[in-house]
């Protein structure tokens, strides 16, 4: 289906689901803005699958909450990676699923950080910000998957799938750039000058 945003004159092909990119830009060299009305900013929360932060990441990840909590309210949630501390790979994985898939609620808009996903560019990511308000969901929310990634059930659940690199990331290394990303996202929405 195509889109316009009638903030700019950006066109852009969405896919309902995962297996294929998000956005297609049909114009790649014009820049997609919007204007400070044009959007409902919603609820984010990131859920994230590991272990205990090390001091220096939360600093990170505090510092950019704070950045984005000008734009929107976010918070974020740590799921105990292999709750059951089993050495069955499986089961690790679907004990995780299920910690990660209770968060989950029926109005969220739920996108999930996979190696194989959709890469997307910042000015993409602020288009997929921006747009979630227009879902009539009543939440964004990020999934950062455990050693092994994510199981079927939050699999089956997400909205969409995306990377943030081809690279393979720790859950704790991906979370910072997740919201160095966000915030960089409403800089351009609000077309400030974090982003050139």
Known sequence: MLRQSPHSNCVFSCLKKNGGPLFERERESVPCKY???SIRAIPI???TVGKKRGAGIQLLVEEYKDKIQHYC???DLLIKSNPKNTSNVQAQIEAEDMGVFQQLRSEDWVVVLDEHGTDLRSE???NLV?????????RLLFCIGGPYGHGPQVRRRANMTIKLS???LNHQIALVVL???????????KGQKYHH
């Open 179 to 189: 919201l160095e990303q966000l915030y960089r996202a409403w800089t351009i929405i």
């Open 45 to 47: 929360r990131i859920v």
């Open 130 to 138: 921006g747009d979630a308000g227009r879902t009539g969901s009543s």
């Open 124 to 126: 993409q990511m602020a």
């Open 166 to 168: 081809s690279m393979v």
């Open 35 to 37: 204007s400070a009305q």
């Open 73 to 75: 309210t976010i918070d």
